[in-house]
Structures are given as C-alpha cells and as structure tokens.
C-alpha cells in the first residue's frame, strides 16, 4: 500500500522534491572538499515531508479495514 501511495499523483511532489535532493547531495558528496565542508545538506525534511503524505494516503485504506 505504502508503495502504490507513493506512486500517487498526490505524492508525486513529494517524491519529485525527495529525489532532486538526494541527487544534488550525491553530486555534493563528489566534490573533493566535502569533508571539509561546514555545512553538509541532507534530505531529512523531504524526506518527512514524503512519508507524512504517505501515511495520509495509507491511513484510511487501513481502518476502513479495520471497521
């Protein structure tokens, strides 16, 4: 269920933002002075962002069941 939420057109933002993200992180992770770097992006807040839509997809289909 959580995979066919994701695939959602209501996610897709989500999705879509999670994964520019990560992209961008990996290019930066690349860069010969990323160690040094004092300030290190990660995806923490897309990510959270993608499963709160998730769960709110996910949440209904699961206590209809429950009924």
């Given at each position: 269920?959580?995979?066919?939420?994701?695939?959602?057109?209501?996610?897709?933002?989500?999705?879509?933002?999670?994964?520019?993200?990560?992209?961008?992180?990996?290019?930066?992770?690349?860069?010969?002075?990323?160690?040094?770097?004092?300030?290190?992006?990660?995806?923490?807040?897309?990510?959270?962002?993608?499963?709160h839509?998730?769960?709110?997809?996910?949440?209904?289909?699961?206590?209809?069941?429950?009924?």
């Amino acid at each position: 269920m959580r995979e066919e939420c994701e695939k959602s057109e209501s996610c897709h933002g989500y999705v879509h933002h999670f994964q520019e993200c990560v992209e961008r992180v990996q290019k930066e992770q690349e860069e010969e002075d990323y160690a040094h770097k004092a300030y290190k992006e990660d995806c923490v807040e897309e990510f959270f962002h993608l499963q709160h839509c998730i769960n709110d997809c996910v949440a209904p289909k699961l206590f209809y069941k429950l009924k």
